[in-house]
């Protein structure tokens, strides 16, 4: 099952009738952002029957209608770039970043499509500090000839970062047109809506997780204590969820409080559609359970049924494996987990980082410390659980006080959560399970043969430099770079050692063999160093 994970603080207050009731804290604000990796989407499926790339090529058909039909203060329009942000492909997109706070849409005309084929919607967007409470980006779509638009779906306020919508198109429908829509105030000139690359095609939508966000919780006053839930839910492909709640009394570090079903109606359980204002009650007071005093997290999570992997990851299946060679000549044993195929390449990095490249050279320079945080900030990008907690801070960085990273003065305080679905650096003993190949190990000296020249960079082939990733051969797996190219991370196993393995371009031979473990301080960032992540399996 793909699930979405919303962590949201909220703290028990006084309030006049004598109940400590659960509210919102200010200032820690739910952050769920969906994206699947433009770098590792590929487009070209199928010819699309409409397409809009706001490029004027021939091949841009699907016609358009702006309104306004012109440009208003500030932006609105055809660009080339904006504030540091570049098409999600080629060289324009519809970029916007309003004064007035007017409604600013795009409406696409009606494309036939023939009837029991499956086609789906397809468009990028980016969106940056658009205000829940103000502002609004929607998508809606019809399937008839009219000039209503009734059929709005939520899209995510604060992306920054060009995040994929894919919707399958019933069946039945002969016919389907297309509007998309924003509105906000904007004083400071620091808010985006931009889209670009709208198509329809005869396939499948991509697998995409749902949202739950912009999370409100508040108990109410009148002596009921009744508490009320409000959500908004984003689902890309359309399909309605199951959505869950959990609360947390030890900051999110675990979430094992789980209110009674009977207590709670509305917008919960299963069946509960996309859509604007959901609404729960949680009748708190009939709980067996004295809430009264407490504070506690709340997590919201949004099952949609899909629980698709990167294109670029290899299943790892778990098991028992006897190296001849190393620390684990009696035993190396593993669950089943997922791994990536590549190491973390810079494009990667800046697209979760908030920058906008196409390098395919490994990430390097990098801390253990900023590993952690690129990978809770890309599950959260991604809708996933994120691993990582800092201490009772949760798992958004955004939340983590100053100096968390700072080894010589906190040491390591990040714990993790080994069944949480989102991404995390492997273990040492992951790592060298996959470097060996897994059940499907030959016994290399190496990750993939016992001819280091064939699958990895070292100082006797590298030239002094790295390489883009998976150049030379793969292993047993179909894993490329696990010897040679960049050192990569793991998760650590003392305060004093954090494990690197696998050797690097700048150095020898011997430091690529796949047995080879080495350790690093976890503030230090060098250019030999770099990592890989990987995923626990459902």
Not at 45 to 53: I, K, M, W, Y
Not at 134 to 160: A, R
Not at 220 to 234: A, E, P
Not at 433 to 462: E, F, I, K, P
């Amino acid at each position: 099952m793909r699930t979405n994970v919303v962590s949201h603080a909220v703290a028990i207050t006084e309030d006049s009738l004598g109940w400590n009731g659960i509210r919102p804290n200010q200032s820690i604000r739910p952050f769920a952002l969906l994206a699947l990796f433009i770098l590792c989407i590929n487009l070209a499926f199928a010819d699309p029957l409409a397409l809009q790339s706001f490029e004027n090529l021939s091949s841009d058909t699907w016609a358009y209608t702006a309104d306004p039909s012109s440009a208003v203060p500030f932006v609105w329009g055809r660009s080339y770039s904006l504030a540091g942000v570049r098409a999600q492909d080629q060289l324009r997109f519809w970029a916007s970043s309003l004064m007035d706070p007017i409604e600013a849409s795009v409406s696409f005309s009606n494309v036939a499509i023939t009837p029991g084929t499956q086609h789906s919607l397809s468009f990028f967007y980016y969106t940056k500090n658009l205000n829940p409470a103000t502002d609004q980006i929607k998508v809606c779509l019809e399937y008839d000839n009219g000039s209503e638009w009734n059929n709005w779906q939520p899209l995510l306020l604060n992306t920054q970062f060009w995040s994929h919508f894919s919707f399958n198109i019933p069946q039945t429908a002969s016919t389907a047109r297309v509007k998309i829509l924003t509105q906000y105030t904007n004083p400071n000139s620091e808010k985006y809506a931009h889209w670009d690359n709208f198509s329809i095609k005869a396939e499948e939508a991509d697998l995409t997780a749902a949202v739950v966000f912009n999370t409100s919780v508040v108990q109410r006053t009148d002596g009921s204590k009744l508490v009320d839930i409000y959500y908004d839910l984003f689902d890309a492909n359309g399909g309605n969820c199951e959505i869950g709640l959990k609360l947390s009394e030890d900051g999110g570090s675990t979430f094992n409080i789980i209110p009674s079903p009977a207590l709670l109606t509305g917008d919960i359980g299963e069946n509960i559609a996309p859509g604007f204002g959901k609404h729960i009650i949680w009748d708190a007071g009939s709980e067996s359970r004295d809430f009264d005093g407490d504070q506690f997290m709340a997590s919201f999570s949004a099952e949609n049924g899909q629980y698709p992997m990167p294109e670029n990851f290899v299943f790892v299946e778990g098991g028992t494996i006897y190296p001849t060679t190393g620390q684990y000549t009696s035993g190396l044993t593993v669950s089943d987990f997922y791994i990536g195929k590549y190491e973390v390449t810079v494009a990667e990095w800046e697209a979760v980082m908030g920058y906008n490249t196409y390098d395919n050279y490994p990430k390097n320079l990098v801390s253990w410390f900023d590993a952690i945080e690129y990978c809770n900030r890309r599950s959260m990008q991604e809708g996933l659980t994120p691993c990582y907690s800092y201490l009772t801070y949760g798992t958004n960085p955004d939340n983590w006080p100053a100096g968390w990273n700072y080894y010589m003065i906190v040491g390591i305080n990040v714990s993790c959560d080994w069944t949480a679905t989102g991404y995390r650096l492997p273990s040492e003993e992951e790592w060298e399970y996959a470097a060996r190949g897994g059940l499907q190990t030959h016994g290399y000296t190496y990750s993939g043969s016992n001819d280091l020249n064939a699958v990895g960079w070292y100082d006797g082939n590298s030239g002094g430099s790295s390489h883009p990733v998976g150049q030379l051969a793969d292993n047993e797996l179909g894993i490329f770079d696990m010897s040679g190219n960049l050192f990569e991370m793991c998760w650590y196993t003392s305060n004093d050692r954090l494990p690197i393995c696998g050797g690097c371009w700048h150095w020898g031979s011997d430091f690529c063999d796949v047995s080879y473990h080495s350790s690093w301080w976890a503030n230090d960032a060098y250019s030999e160093v770099g990592f890989r992540v990987c995923r626990t399996s459902p």
